[in-house]
């Protein structure tokens, strides 16, 4: 049986205060780059239900997830503003980046606020996920990680993992193999390629770059994607030396002509 394509979304972070101040034209150019659908959050909210979906409408797109960070998991009223956007924009994913406190007890404490946030949006079909970054992978002591005590003490059914290559990579994983060792939780994406570059200092950073341009082994984190169930492949780019346009459609081109996606 042929294996199911992930669907294909652009996360807006790369037009920086383009998004902020001008969605419509932001939007326009996701298209124009090739993208049917696109990732965002307060991005896009702020402009109210009614009116991003007549522009939804206008150019035949579709939201994958919206990203807000973890203040906003921590109210209840907010959580149920997050499900009222969703339902009436259809998203069925959202993520959230952070925790509490980078020590054990802030973990432990953002494992138990998931759970709950988790199943209070499966009750209404959204999946919660959390979104990962290199620091979740920093040793807290005894070579305990936050993303250990994260996978460790919430329920794979409440909580997924929306989980970015390049940070897998950054930090020091094998992002294949962690997609696979994580095959219950997977299946939104955040496909992003780039360097560790090493200063005078001897300090690491992070540069991002479009797909294909970097050193992320993106070949074998989508062989791995595919194998766990992928739904969503979503390009992000945190920013780039080229014009948002010209980098989205880079990217774009990438996944279509290595992947057929």
């Not at 150019?59 to 149920?80: I, M, P």
């Not at 780019?237 to 996944?255: F, G, H, K, M």
Request: include cysteine.
């Amino acid at each position: 049986m042929e294996t199911l394509k992930p669907q294909v979304a652009v996360q807006l972070i790369v037009f920086g205060e383009k998004a902020r101040n001008d969605i419509e034209g932001t939007l326009r150019e996701v298209a124009a780059a090739g993208y049917t659908a696109f990732e965002g959050g307060h991005l896009f909210a702020m402009y109210g239900e009614a009116r991003m979906r007549s522009l939804l409408d206008t150019l035949h797109l579709g939201v994958s997830g919206a990203h807000f960070g973890y203040g906003e998991y921590t109210d209840d009223s907010k959580v149920e503003g997050i499900i009222s956007y969703a339902k009436a924009l259809g998203i069925e994913n959202v993520m959230c980046s952070g925790v509490a406190a980078g020590t054990v007890e802030g973990y432990l404490a953002s494992a138990k606020r998931f759970n709950e946030v988790g199943r209070r949006l499966a009750d209404e079909g959204i999946a919660f996920n959390y979104h990962n970054h290199d620091w979740e992978f920093k040793d807290l002591g005894g070579g305990t990680t936050g993303m250990q005590i994260l996978a460790q003490e919430t329920d794979p059914h409440l909580v997924r993992f929306n989980l970015d290559v390049f940070w897998l990579y950054y930090a020091g994983q094998n992002p294949a193999a962690f997609i696979r060792e994580h095959a219950q939780r997977a299946g939104y994406f955040h496909f992003k390629d780039g360097r560790r570059c090493v200063g005078a200092d001897g300090k690491i950073t992070p540069e991002f770059l479009e797909l294909g341009r970097g050193e992320v082994p993106l070949e074998e984190a989508y062989a791995a994607a595919q194998e766990v169930g992928a739904r969503w492949i979503v390009v992000e780019q945190d920013r780039s030396q080229l014009p948002p346009l010209e980098a989205i459609t880079v990217s774009r081109n990438y996944l279509r002509e290595r992947f057929g996606i």
